[in-house]
Each structure stands twice: as C-alpha cells, then as structure tokens.
C-alpha cells in the first residue's frame, strides 16, 4: 500500500494529469492490489504443550579495565615531579582512578604477603625452638645414656675384678688341700707303719714269752 500511494504521488506531481484522477486510483484498489495484500498470521495458540520456551543467552562477563601499558610506561620513566604532572595531563581521569585501583589492589596483595610472611617466619622460629629443645633433650639423654655406661662398666671392671681374686683365691685353696692332702697321706703312712710295728713287736714278746 506504502508503494502506491508513492506511485499516485508522483504521478500528481507529473504534468497533465488531473487531480481526481490521481484520488481515484489512491482509493479504489485493483484486484491484484488486494491479492497481493499480505495475509495475517494464525493466532497463537494458548496451550502449553506448544509453547516453546527460548533459552535466555547467558551474560558475557565484561573484561576488566585495565589501565594502559604505554600509560604505565610513561609513569615509570617519570624521574621528577613535573614528569609527573605532564604524565597526569597527558592521561585521561579513568586511567588515574584504574591506576590508583590496581595500587591499591597491589597494596593489599603486598600487606597480605607481608602477613603471610610474618606468620611463616614465627612458624619458623617455633620449629628452630622445637629443634633446640629435642637437641638439648637429646645431649640431655645421651649424657645420662654415658654416664649409666659409665657405671655399668665400672660395676663390669669391679665384678670382673672379684671374678679374678675369687679364681686366685680357689687355686690357692686347691694349692693349699693338695698340700694338706699329701700331709694326711705321710701322716697316714706313718701311722699305720707305727701300728705294723707295735703289732710286730707284741708278736715278738709273744714268742718270746712262750
């Protein structure tokens, strides 16, 4: 319909042609005009079993501002404070307020890992205490372990040396019954050689008396 009614337009601007004319064939359509007529669509349908439900597409997670690398660059080779100040010119008020963030982001990093090395080394020095104490513990019980060695071996040393006078002590023992023992035997050889000869002499008188 927008295309004919340019059409009548630009054929009443077109010379020789009349007015009612040009309103006639702006209202009265032809049949092929009204064939051409889009049709409407179906009305929807209200149940729904087929209603068709359309996943909602997922958010895209923004990138981070990040302060530019030439401008930190330029911030780095500063070397005194008109650099400074023509390095702050020079940069737009986001990029200033991103790079006092990420400071600010650094510093708690910095003061977290200060923190954490604070705690590493007070760990540290509980290990180093721990450490000195078993070592004073352990030349604690190793003195006590040698001096117990000590007394052992000494009580070893004075039992062996008792050992030692009991063995002396039973061989002059056996020394000294072996000597007795060859007394007993002259002395028993004496006696019984004194027994024969009163026995010989009293046989003897005997004898002689008959």
Do not use: Y
Request: net charge negative; with cysteine.
């Amino acid at each position: 319909m927008a295309a004919e009614q340019l059409k009548a337009e630009f054929a009443a601007m077109s010379p020789g042609k009349k007015a009612s004319e040009v309103n006639t064939a702006a209202e009265e359509p032809t049949p092929s005009k009204v064939a051409a007529a889009p049709t409407p669509p179906p009305p929807a349908r209200s149940s729904s079993a087929s209603r068709v439900v359309e996943p909602e597409p997922e958010p895209v997670a923004e990138r981070p501002a990040r302060v530019s690398p030439i401008a930190l660059l330029r911030l780095v080779a500063c070397k005194t404070p008109a650099e400074v100040r023509d390095w702050s010119k020079r940069t737009t008020d986001s990029e200033v307020l991103l790079l006092v963030k990420e400071l600010r982001e650094l510093q708690g990093w910095v003061d977290n890992a200060d923190l954490r090395l604070i705690n590493q080394e007070v760990e540290l020095g509980l290990l180093r205490n721990s450490a000195a104490a078993a070592e004073v513990r352990d030349v604690h019980d190793r003195r006590n372990t040698e001096g117990e060695m000590a007394r052992m071996k000494a009580m070893l040393e004075e039992s062996e040396a008792k050992r030692l006078n009991a063995e002396k002590g039973c061989e002059q023992l056996a020394a000294t019954l072996v000597e007795k023992e060859k007394e007993l035997n002259e002395v028993t050889l004496a006696l019984q050689a004194a027994i024969l000869g009163q026995k010989g002499a009293a046989e003897s008188v005997r004898i002689w008396q008959k």
